[in-house]
């Protein structure tokens, strides 16, 4: 008998789950719908795209040309080429680096930070929500400031404590591109 109650019980249980769980979905239909057309749908067309000969000679009347597209692009020949194998090989090292950085930096602060022991964690705690709180533009102004090769912050310690000659952050593309990712560690990794 108690076996038979308890089967009725669990069949009632797993009916409200069930309910629950569409429930759940009709409201987060919104956000999947919106990620979906706004995110997921562009990324498809552009890859599409990739494979025909749409530009601005055939905006409207476009064809599949199939691989012809790469095959130009990765052509040492073709005068593209020299533009866009560097540009793919500093965007895999800026989205290796950057992602890399921030994990690594955001898992250090995170054991850092929940040590019993640390003294005052709870204002390391604090300050590590200005990054969260202050808007992006704001941010990357204040890293233009704080980058730059004649009054810049960095360059006045790196010159002043540790004898260091001025770097170009901002004039030399290397130090930029080292410049960018140090303040997207920054920025990425507190958020």
């Not at 669990?10 to 057309?37: H, Q």
């Not at 020299?82 to 994990?103: K, Q």
């Not at 233009?144 to 009054?151: I, K, M, V």
Request: glycine share 6%; aromatic share 14%; net charge positive.
């Amino acid at each position: 008998m108690a076996a038979v109650a308890q089967t009725g019980t669990t069949s009632v249980v797993r009916k409200r789950r069930r309910k629950v769980d569409w429930v759940a979905y009709g409201y987060l239909s919104p956000a999947l719908v919106t990620i979906c057309v706004l995110s997921i749908v562009p990324i498809f067309y552009t890859i599409y795209i990739s494979f025909t000969n749409f530009n601005q000679m055939h905006f409207t009347s476009y064809q599949f040309v199939g691989l012809q597209n790469y095959k130009e692009l990765l052509n040492p020949h073709d005068p593209l080429s020299n533009l866009f194998i560097p540009t793919l090989v500093w965007t895999i090292i800026y989205a290796l680096c950057a992602t890399g950085f921030s994990y690594l930096v955001g898992l250090a602060l995170a054991v850092l930070l929940n040590n019993k022991h640390m003294r005052e964690a709870t204002v390391y705690r604090t300050l590590l929500i200005i990054p969260w709180a202050v808007p992006t533009l704001i941010t990357m102004l204040a890293w233009q400031g704080l980058l730059n090769d004649q009054y810049g912050q960095i360059n006045g310690l790196l010159h002043g404590v540790f004898g260091l000659p001025r770097i170009p952050w901002l004039t030399n593309a290397t130090w930029a591109r080292v410049a960018i990712i140090i303040a997207n560690v920054w920025a990425v990794s507190h958020t």
